[in-house]
């Protein structure tokens, strides 16, 4: 069964950190693109981070430019999403997606697998 479990989220005050991580398991992720997205209450689920099979490409939303670091670790079958400088703007629910033979992409559609997501709440 394949798996995309995230952690790390939680309640934060503006200025603060946090780290998030992805743990996949069921299948091997070290070929896929792996994403980052957020979406807050209301809102439409947009893109925050990814980065390419090998680790050397990133690409980030313009929101988070700056602010956030995607990283993965392909033996360990992990994506971590460092946050810093976070702003309440930044409040949503975070989801790790893994895209299979799509490319490079920030586009959800191109995404095959999702995780349940993690609350990142950011307080004023």
């Known amino acids: 069964q394949v798996q995309l479990v995230e952690s790390g989220g939680g309640l934060v005050r503006a200025g603060d950190s946090l780290r998030l991580s992805c743990a996949a398991s069921?299948?091997?992720?070290?070929?896929?693109?792996m994403g980052w997205f957020r979406q807050g209450l209301g809102k439409e689920r947009e893109f925050v981070a990814a980065?390419?099979?090998?680790?050397?490409?990133?690409l980030y939303g313009d929101s988070v430019k700056g602010r956030f670091t995607i990283s993965r670790d392909n033996a360990k079958n992990t994506v971590t999403l460092q946050m810093n400088s976070l702003k309440p703007e930044d409040t949503a629910v975070y989801y790790c997606?893994?895209?299979?033979?799509?490319?490079?992409?920030?586009?959800?559609?191109?995404?095959?697998?999702w995780g349940q997501g993690t609350q990142v709440t950011v307080s004023s």
């Open positions: 997606a893994a895209g299979e033979d799509h490319g490079f992409t920030p586009l959800i559609n191109d995404y095959d697998y």
């Open positions: 069921g299948r091997s992720f070290s070929s896929d693109t």
């Open positions: 980065i390419n099979w090998s680790g050397h490409m990133t």
